[in-house]
């Protein structure tokens, strides 16, 4: 099944020790997405990547950067993790990056920060 | 930590009886509203969307209705069962000239049997 796929599923990392999730889909759609959700809170937008057109959020801290490497994957690299950064990562994907329809989600990546 | 989140609005119902589940959204050019549920651990689901052209859209056992005037948009669950329990949000597409879909608070639906 053509689907959204996110590495590890739970991430332990210390304060401020880099760390990388990962995020492949099967669906070939040209735009991914990063969230994060913090704890019974709305999924919030980081950034977006359409093709290798990279798309900050303007509130994204800079802590936060991804790396896009082909069609399939994207990453989300966290430089100097805090404990305010400990929250659910999901990536999303959709089709197209104009013509608006439904973003398909992972399973998320759950970070925690000691 | 992870920091304390907010206390998500909640709506309890009984099994077979219908819900609704309502979301007041922010900019008056959204032109596409979508409906996620989100099962504990898991990512947003997609449930039905709806376009700004439209005042109602209708799936299997769901509704979206859309008033436009008062910026107002609904989920209705048919006969509801107890694996619909879940937080619902509600997403906006922001009409920026490209896909973004910005996230109501959520609503979490309790069935009991």
């Known amino acids: 099944d053509a689907m959204v796929i996110q590495n590890p599923r739970y991430q332990v990392t210390q304060f401020g020790k880099p760390v990388t999730l990962s995020c492949s889909q099967t669906l070939n759609h040209n735009v991914m997405y990063w969230y994060q959700q913090k704890s019974s809170q709305a999924p919030k937008l980081l950034f977006h990547y359409y093709d290798k057109d990279f798309n900050n959020e303007a509130d994204t801290p800079d802590n936060f950067q991804s790396r896009r490497p082909n069609t399939s994957f994207c990453f989300l690299d966290i430089r100097s993790p805090g404990l305010g950064d400990a929250a659910m990562y999901l990536c999303?994907?959709?089709?197209?990056?104009?013509?608006?329809?439904?973003?398909?989600f992972g399973p998320g990546t759950r970070l925690t920060v000691l | 930590g992870e920091s304390v989140g907010l206390h998500l609005p909640t709506l309890s119902v009984q099994e077979g009886d219908n819900s609704i589940i309502n979301c007041a959204y922010s900019?008056?050019?959204?032109?596409?509203f979508i409906w996620y549920k989100q099962e504990s651990g898991k990512g947003p689901q997609f449930i039905i969307d709806?376009?700004?052209?439209?005042d109602k859209r209708q799936g299997q056992r769901v509704t979206v209705l859309l008033n436009k005037t008062v910026k107002h948009l609904s989920l209705q669950i048919a006969a509801t069962q107890p694996g619909d329990s879940a937080v619902y949000f509600c997403a906006e597409n922001p009409d920026t000239g490209f896909q973004k879909l910005v996230f109501g608070t959520g609503t979490r639906l309790l069935v009991s049997p």
């Open positions: 709806i376009r700004s052209n439209m």
């Open positions: 999303a994907t959709s089709r197209d990056r104009v013509y608006v329809n439904e973003q398909f």
């Open positions: 900019n008056s050019a959204s032109d596409y």
